[in-house]
Structures are given as C-alpha cells and as structure tokens.
C-alpha cells in the first residue's frame, strides 16, 4: 500500500476513500508529512505560508441550534443573550484594522428575531463607513440557511440579496461533520448534510465567495470525515473549483453539554495531511491557530499553506480556546517552522488574489 499510495500522490493521481482511511489508520506520520508536502508544492512554493490578521464579530449569542457540543449559545429571552450594537460591531472593526487587519468574521447564531433585512442593514452600513478597505464574511453557510428559511425564499435568493447589500463572502461554518447521523446525534435542530451541501451550491451560484470547513475531534469515525471530505471534493468538482479554501480546526469542549476531551495535536496533523492528499481540488488548505495555537504552524509542514492570526472569537474561547494577541510571537512561530509569512491582502481594493507584503 505504501508504494502504491506514494506513486499516485507523486503521479498526481486522485486517491480514493479505502487509500484515504488507510492513511488515517497506518500510515506513519513522517510519511504524511512527506506526501502532503508534495501535494501541497502542486499550488504553492514550499517555503511560503499565507496569513490574515482578522477578529470574528460574535453580533449575538442567541440561538435556537441546541447544539451540544456549543457553550456560546444562550436561548431566546435569556438575560445573557445579546445583538451588538452598531457602534459595538464598528468599535471591534475599528480595533482590528488599527492592528494591520483588513477582514472580519461574523459568527452568531439562529436568532430568531434578525431577519435577513437587519443583515442587509447592517452590510450596507458597513460598506458606508468602510467601502472597500475592509473585508468580512458576512454570515455561516448554516446562518444563511436558517435566514433564507426565515424568509421563505431559496438560498440562491437568500445571498443574492446579501451580495446586492455588500456582502461578498459567506463561510463554510456550521458544516462541523457533514453527515446526516453525525448531526442526528449532536444536532438535530440543524440541517442536514444534504441541505447544507445543496445551500453552499447556490451560494456559488449566486456569485459569493465561500469556504470549505470542518471541525473535528467529537466523537465522529473515520469513516464520517471521510465523508465529509468526499462531500467537499464532489462540491468542487461539480463547481468548478468554487470553494476558495478548506479550514479545519478542533472541538473544543470546556463547557459545553458533549464534553470530552481535546484533539491530540499529531491527530490534528494526520488529518491536516490526510485533507491536503485528498482534496486535490481545493488550492488552500487552511491550519487552525485559533484552536492549535502554536501547534497550528507546524501543520504547515502536513500540507496547510494558511492561517489566520485571530483577535477575538467568543465561541470558541467560551469552549475552552486561548487567543495569542501578541502577533508578533505567531509570526515568528512561522518563521521558526522555516516558513515564510507572507500578509495577504483580503480588501477589494487589492490588485490580486494574494497581494503578497512580507513582514
């Protein structure tokens, strides 16, 4: 199996999901390390890692999801729940760009009182006072979802909209495992797999920038991330290379009704390789410094060519995350890897894809 598997990854062949669980199960993880290096040097130079400097905007907890492996959310007529403001959500905005940062993330959750007009609301406010000096996702594929279902209209319907009033990017989140048992049994108030997958199709097809992502580390088998990764290859061959990138990270479960215990980092590792062998469609796979920290920038050396410096995310943190502020010390962790770190540039007034300024 080893030489078998080595002449397809050096051939440049596509590796299925029996070879793919294999490397899961047997493969030795210095020989991981090796083939998703030369995965990884098929769309970028070996030496070179990609890096944002964003915040994600938690703008409310409130959320009907009930998902159990989530300590952030609080249920409707809470006395903890809360909507940021316009002036919180800038304040924050205003803070990350003072530090070099051009993106946000908006991450809430299924409120149940914010319809998809206090969105366009807030895009085009944001897009008034900013225009196109900064750049954000405006909401999670399964937020998309629930706000078009709000709504009563289709999900194609439910971005163009959002695209119309400034919005450029939706990302992958709420995808955590993509298979319809794996959220019968954590959440079953979400939708299904088969749903998310159909949203993130029209999401590309209305125009919008999207992203793949996963979480890992539950209680979820093999065999599900491997559906879950057969699902994101089949999403990008059926459009064409839609989705810009694939960001995995790992639960984590300080506080929350699942529990448990956190991912062991060379799992992490094994799984960042397995992902760049076997989404040979996807150009950028994306390493977790916000559920990693410094262990994120050594999966740069299992096929990952990217990674936020993040600022802020309430759901993570409240599950048990711990946030480098000093960006400083995450740049030098990259450099200490033997990599490049090299800004890339999200706002539209970039002439290129990845306008490259090394720090």
């Known amino acids: 199996m080893i030489e078998h598997i080595d002449r397809k990854i050096r051939n440049n062949e ?3 999901t029996e070879e793919a669980a294999w490397l899961y199960r047997c493969a030795d993880l210095n020989q991981l390390r090796t083939w998703a290096g030369i995965a990884r040097s098929r769309y970028h130079k070996s030496n070179r890692a990609t890096y944002l400097i964003m915040r994600i905007v938690n703008y409310t907890n409130v959320c009907v999801a009930r998902c159990d492996y989530c300590a952030f959310y609080r249920l409707p007529n809470s006395p903890e729940g809360y909507v940021l403001s316009r002036e919180q959500i800038f304040e924050k905005m205003d803070e990350i760009m003072t530090l070099g940062g051009d993106f946000v993330g908006f991450n809430g959750g299924f409120n149940p009182k914010l319809g998809i007009n206090w969105y366009c609301e807030l895009f085009r406010d944001i897009r008034k006072k900013y ?3 900064i750049e954000f996702y405006g909401l ?3 937020e998309l979802m629930y706000v078009a279902k709000k709504a009563k209209i289709s999900y194609y319907e439910a971005a163009a ?3 119309k009033a400034g919005n450029h990017w939706i990302t992958g989140g709420g995808a955590e495992v993509l ?3 794996f959220r019968k049994r954590h959440s079953p108030q979400k939708y299904t797999a088969d749903d998310f997958m159909d949203a993130q199709k029209q999401i590309i097809e209305a125009g919008v920038q999207t992203t793949g992502t996963m979480v890992i580390g539950f209680d979820e088998s093999i065999e599900e991330r491997l559906e879950h990764l057969s699902r994101v290859r089949a999403l990008q061959d059926e459009t064409h290379g839609g989705l810009f990138s694939f960001l995995c990270w ?3 479960p300080d506080h929350t009704v699942l529990g448990g215990e956190e991912l062991a980092r060379e799992d992490y590792w094994r799984h960042l390789a397995v992902s760049r062998i076997f989404l040979d469609n996807v150009k950028h796979i994306r390493t977790s410094v916000l559920t990693q920290n410094e262990h994120a920038l050594t999966g740069l050396h299992y ?3 990217d990674f936020d410096i993040p600022f802020e995310d309430e759901v993570t943190q409240m599950a048990g995350a711990v946030i480098n502020r000093d960006l400083g010390a995450v740049i030098r962790q990259c450099r200490s890897e033997g990599f490049e ?6 706002a539209r007034d970039s002439q290129a894809d990845f306008h490259q300024r090394v720090v």
Do not use: Q
């Open 250 to 252: 790992s639960y984590k």
């Open 179 to 181: 298979t319809n048992a």
């Open 303 to 305: 096929g990952a060519d």
């Open 341 to 346: 770190p090299v800004f890339r540039k999200t």
């Open 140 to 142: 999670t594929v399964a």
């Open 14 to 16: 596509r590796i299925n």
């Open 161 to 163: 909209t959002l695209k």
């Open 131 to 133: 225009g196109e000096r």
